[in-house]
């Protein structure tokens, strides 16, 4: 059963006796927990610790008894908040959920592992500017039960690789899982895929770039740049793309690169390429292209699923790349120090308007979601590996040069926050 299929009559049909005396039963519990709350705070010497005790348990009695009722006049929901917008806050340990060791991140952004030694940048996380919306934090249950049976995959580039480990070491960190298949060639992260069997979802990574078909530079570093066919979607995540319930896309910074655009064997024009003599269209109309064909190729199986186009998330890169001060800061930036670049939020802008088109077309059962985060992301310079993409980067001294990650984020980091979005955004949709 796909992600998405209709619950609208199961919500449409009247609440039965049953629902209303959970409905009252939690009521009357809260009440009872909440009477308990306020004499642990006034009279218990171990209020601190009997207060979490306490909370936890409110939390899983409307968890519990709840889920499916309606909210009361004047409350937001997570389905009606605006996660596009806000700001982080201070929450100490909120990113502390899990070890990336353990769930073997890429060695390159095992930051804790690498020997980073400020742990600030896991003391964060996003509040949405609405009024009265929070992110909850990620409920890994709650994400497998959302997904049961069903196949959720990343497609994309490195940023898609990034979540989808996130979402392995969050998952991981309270159910167990396997890897099913991985690249045969070490070192290498174009497909894995891992296993949940207690609820039997399986999470995939693709490696496409570009999305559509592309050789050249992305395939081998030392060519100078990329071969681009705008008619014709990567190979393997199109020939899987049947078998997706959840698809995730995230694609972007492999369009700054110098490329030639293709449609068929007509050269439509090149990026950054002026000695090659074609009619330079920059990168945003082939973007629009990709991820639009895109979104028509996975909204197409004529079933229920989610299509999820994540927004640009951008690097933060502030001197040369293999500067070792190219990316320091330990802080998150605050609301109006700096602001969404101009052709970050065109890249932006060209995700939400392909997939409002695409949700005004219809797909039959496919539902189309935007996942925003590139705001959220401009706002985290701190979170990246920077020099500590490497273990132990200053064991022999400072050098005048060292490569530096400020593109990606550390695993826990602020891509989690992406996930925790992701989780919402599913949930909504069972909700409707």
Known sequence: MGAYQALHHQHS?????????????????????????LHLLCCSPRAAHDNVVVSSLLQYITSTYF???????GSASSSSCDYSEGQWVRAAGHARRYNGTECNVKDSENCVRNGRPDTDYLDWRWQPAAPGCQLPGF??????????????????????RNQAESLVCLLGASFPYHLVYRDPEPGTRKFWR????????????????????????????????????????????????GTMDVAVVSTGHWFWNPSVYYNGSEVLGTHQLPQLNHTGIG?????????????????????ARAVVVATFSPAHFEKAWDDPETCVRKLPYTEGERDVDATHA???????EETAAAAARGGGATRVEVLDVTKLATMRPDGHPGVY????????????????????????????TFNEILLQLLLAAKRE
Request: glycine share 6%.
């Open 139 to 160: 409920d890994a249950a709650a994400f497998l039960g959302a997904v049961r049976g069903e196949h959720v995959a990343f497609v994309g580039d490195s940023m898609a």
């Open 346 to 352: 065109q890249l932006r802008s060209i995700v939400r």
């Open 283 to 303: 990168f945003l109309s082939p973007y629009r292209e990709a991820i639009r064909t895109s979104i028509r190729r996975l909204a197409s199986a004529g079933r």
């Open 389 to 416: 993409m490497k273990r132990d980067p200053f064991a022999r001294g400072v050098p005048e040069r060292l490569q530096s990650d400020c593109l990606h984020f550390c695993l826990p980091g602020p891509v989690d």
């Open 194 to 241: 891992w296993a949940f069997p207690t609820h039997n979802v399986t999470v995939s990574v693709y490696w496409a770039p570009f999305m559509v078909r592309a050789t050249g530079r992305s395939e081998n570093y030392s060519l100078l740049y990329n071969s681009v066919h705008l008619d014709a979607l990567a190979d393997r995540w199109s020939a899987d793309a």
């Open 67 to 73: 889920q499916g009722t309606p909210l009361a006049q």
């Open 13 to 37: 049909q009247k609440p039965s006796s049953t629902h209303h005396g959970r409905v009252a039963l939690a009521w009357l519990i809260s009440a009872v927990l909440c009477l308990a709350l």
